[in-house]
């Protein structure tokens, strides 16, 4: 698979996302504001494609009395936990969760959490995408602040 094809599969994946594409990228030749374009361009397709794959496969299975059941206990005890900070933060807060390039934040976490707490889909996608960038450009700036000496301490030169 050649490089861009793994950055743009890196970008969608819910571990790496932006994370592990832009480092991917950079070590692999591409120069660090076109890595970040092609990641944060196919990590900005992640709520799209969460959005219609939570809403097809929760219609489906909403069907079955097990599924609906927990399902109703867990989103309503996530909204009764939560329901302060997103009446504070709003959407915001949704970017800002996105923006933090931290394990366990990114557009896959933040389309469930909207997901979950029935946010509106078209201003929790512009939340995202803005988180998106805003992570895009803080690993971009560690990528380029790292510097290419250190890349051989974790990654085997191709030399």
């Known amino acids: 698979m050649t490089p861009l094809l793994m950055t743009i599969l890196f970008s969608i994946l819910p571990i790496s996302e932006l994370r592990g594409a832009i480092p991917y990228a950079v070590y692999n030749g591409f120069s660090i504001p076109l890595a970040a374009v092609i990641a944060i361009a196919a990590n900005v397709c992640v709520p799209v494609i969460a959005f219609l794959f939570l809403e097809s496969l929760h219609k489906l299975f909403y069907k079955i009395r097990p599924y609906r059941d927990f399902f109703d206990r867990f989103v309503e005890r996530a909204r009764r936990k939560v329901h302060a900070q997103v009446e504070r933060y709003g959407y915001w807060g949704l970017m800002l969760f996105v923006a933090v390039p ?3 934040t990114g557009a896959w976490t933040g389309t469930l ?6 946010l ?10 803005g988180g998106v960038v ?3 450009i803080i690993i971009s700036l560690l990528v380029a602040l790292w510097g290419v ?6 990654f085997k030169p191709m030399y």
Request: charged share 5%; proline share 4%.
């Open 113 to 118: 959490g909207a997901w979950v707490l029935g």
């Open 120 to 129: 509106s889909y078209k201003k929790a996608f512009f939340a995202i995408a």
């Open 134 to 136: 805003l992570a895009g």
């Open 149 to 154: 000496g250190t890349q051989t301490i974790f």
């Open 102 to 104: 931290l394990p366990v």
